[in-house]
Nanobody, 128 residues
Framework: EVQLVESGGGLVQAGGSLRLSCEGSGFTFDNYAIGWFRQAPGKEREGVACISNRDGSAYYADSVKGRSSISNDNAKNTVFLQMNSLKPEDTAIYYC?????????????????????WGQGTQVTVSS
């Protein structure tokens, strides 16, 4: 059974940092890509970042580019999202997701419809 478990969310002041983790199980971790998404109350889900565990290729949304870094530790079946210089508008539930597609194209990397499995999410709240 495929499982994705997020952790690392919390309450942080504006300008602070958080590192989110996504641990996967039930699949061959280094064959696929993991994406991070977020959804704030009353807003649509937004793709934040994606990494291919196969070759390390990474993609970022413009909203977080330069402030965030996605990385992986295939030995631990874990993907990380380091977020710095956090802003109140980063407040959302953050989800990680797995795509079983063998190739991740730039046009699909941050498209939630491209992903097959989702975690339960972790809350990130940034106070001003």
């Amino acid at each position: 059974e495929v499982q994705l478990v997020e952790s690392g969310g919390g309450l942080v002041q504006a300008g602070g940092s958080l590192r989110l983790s996504c641990e996967g199980s039930g699949f061959t971790f280094d064959n696929y890509a993991i994406g991070w998404f977020r959804q704030a109350p009353g807003k649509e889900r937004e793709g934040v970042a994606c990494i291919s565990n196969r070759d390390g290729s990474a993609y970022y949304a413009d909203s977080v580019k330069g402030r965030s870094s996605i990385s992986n530790d295939n030995a631990k079946n874990t993907v990380f999202l380091q977020m710095n210089s956090l802003k109140p508008e980063d407040t959302a539930i953050y989800y990680c997701a797995l795509t079983l597609a063998p190739v991740v194209r730039f046009t699909k990397a941050l498209d939630g419809g491209f992903y097959d499995y989702w975690g339960q999410g972790t809350q990130v709240t940034v106070s001003s």
